[in-house]
């Protein structure tokens, strides 16, 4: 079973009437030659490492090398300590663990790549905070994840997964969609709500591009993350409540696809233009080297 579109993956979902983690994971055990206990074993060391990224993240404040960054999630926990925020706990846990994941990336901490280095906040993100909030169990969130990798997965058969190659949309904007997918499963979406929280996500960061300061992967990168982890809740509240994207996933995909082709090669992680070339992006990188 060789399952390359979302197309294909509903056709398979359906004909043996299952969901998208109960197919992966017995692709995943027949092509590594294990159990399926095994490959959700393996998962959940992934949400383990998680977890554990977020607590040395939230107590942490050491800056990156460069100096620029490393102390923005102290920031947020003061404020959150001091003052409740707009739309309550939940919120508050998703922003604060992305961006601390995103620290300790920044600091070459332990980060699980989901699917980049540079989007690894978003999911650990929304799934720890979502999970701690609505007291989910060690099974529901290795389906969670289970399902949010099978997206990146079909994803990726289409467009390399860098910021070299198709921009940031390639990167955070497929880290969201495989988020909102993986919410969206959580939240007993059925299969059809799960592709349209991933088209939803993933056709509303279309042409984002990869800009960061001196080529490095923390401006605007690390702020990148908890912002469009709410992008990707976004998506998911939406296809829950039976909003449907126009476009088919696998037409959002290539057009994706074609984005990233046409966009310039200034603006995929050659730090050529757009931010990097800003007046004061350009005096941190002489004070830098
Ligand atoms: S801006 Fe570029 S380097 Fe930074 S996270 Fe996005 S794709 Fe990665």
Same mark, same amino acid.
């Given at each position: 079973?060789?399952?390359?579109?979302?197309?294909?993956?509903?056709?398979?979902?359906?004909?043996? %009437?299952?969901?998208?983690?109960?197919?992966?994971?017995? +692709? +995943?055990?027949?092509?590594?030659?294990?159990?399926?206990?095994?490959?959700?074993?393996?998962? &959940? !060391?992934?949400?383990?490492?998680?977890?554990?990224?977020?607590?040395?993240?939230?107590?942490? %404040?050491?800056?990156?090398?460069?100096?620029?960054?490393? #102390?923005?999630?102290?920031? &947020?926990?003061?404020?959150?300590?001091?003052?409740?925020?707009?739309?309550?706990?939940?919120?508050?846990?998703? &922003?604060?663990?992305?961006?601390?994941? @995103?620290?300790?990336?920044?600091?070459?901490?332990?980060?699980?790549?989901?699917?980049?280095?540079?989007?690894?906040?978003?999911?650990?993100?929304?799934?720890?905070?979502?999970?701690?909030?609505? #007291? &989910?169990?060690?099974?529901?969130?290795? %389906?969670?994840?289970?399902?949010?990798?099978?997206?990146?997965?079909?994803?990726?058969?289409?467009?390399?997964?860098?910021?070299?190659?198709?921009?940031?949309?390639?990167?955070?904007?497929?880290?969201? =969609? /495989?988020?909102?997918?993986? $919410?969206?499963?959580?939240?007993?979406?059925?299969?059809?709500?799960?592709?349209?929280?991933?088209?939803?996500?993933? !056709?509303?960061?279309?042409?984002?591009?990869?800009?960061?300061?001196?080529?490095?992967?923390?401006?605007?990168?690390?702020?990148? %993350?908890?912002?469009?982890?709410?992008?990707?809740?976004?998506?998911?509240?939406?296809?829950?409540?039976?909003?449907?994207?126009?476009?088919?996933?696998?037409?959002?995909?290539?057009? /994706?696809?074609?984005?990233?082709?046409?966009? @310039?090669?200034?603006? !995929?992680?050659? =730090?050529?233009?757009?931010?990097?070339?800003?007046?004061?992006?350009?005096? $941190?990188?002489?004070?830098?080297?």
């Amino acid at each position: 079973m060789s399952i390359t579109t979302f197309e294909e993956l509903k056709k398979e979902a359906q004909s043996q %009437n299952k969901t998208i983690w109960e197919l992966t994971q017995e +692709e +995943e055990a027949l092509n590594s030659d294990i159990s399926v206990e095994e490959v959700r074993a393996e998962v &959940l !060391k992934h949400i383990v490492t998680m977890r554990e990224t977020i607590e040395t993240g939230i107590t942490s %404040n050491e800056k990156s090398v460069s100096g620029w960054c490393g #102390d923005d999630c102290e920031k &947020l926990i003061k404020r959150y300590s001091a003052q409740k925020s707009v739309f309550g706990s939940l919120y508050e846990k998703i &922003l604060t663990y992305s961006l601390a994941t @995103s620290e300790e990336n920044l600091r070459m901490g332990r980060i699980v790549a989901c699917p980049t280095a540079g989007s690894c906040g978003i999911i650990p993100g929304v799934l720890v905070a979502y999970s701690e909030e609505y #007291d &989910l169990s060690d099974d529901e969130q290795i %389906n969670f994840l289970i399902t949010a990798g099978k997206i990146g997965s079909i994803i990726s058969n289409k467009v390399q997964l860098a910021g070299a190659v198709a921009g940031c949309q390639a990167e955070c904007g497929v880290a969201a =969609a /495989m988020c909102a997918g993986g $919410l969206a499963q959580t939240m007993a979406g059925d299969i059809n709500t799960i592709f349209n929280a991933v088209a939803l996500a993933l !056709k509303n960061i279309l042409g984002l591009t990869c800009d960061p300061v001196c080529g490095m992967v923390e401006v605007p990168c690390i702020k990148r %993350n908890p912002l469009l982890s709410m992008h990707a809740v976004s998506a998911t509240e939406l296809a829950l409540a039976g909003i449907e994207s126009k476009i088919p996933v696998d037409e959002v995909i290539d057009a /994706m696809r074609q984005t990233g082709q046409l966009m @310039s090669p200034m603006l !995929k992680e050659s =730090a050529q233009a757009g931010l990097a070339t800003t007046p004061t992006a350009l005096s $941190l990188k002489e004070k830098l080297f």
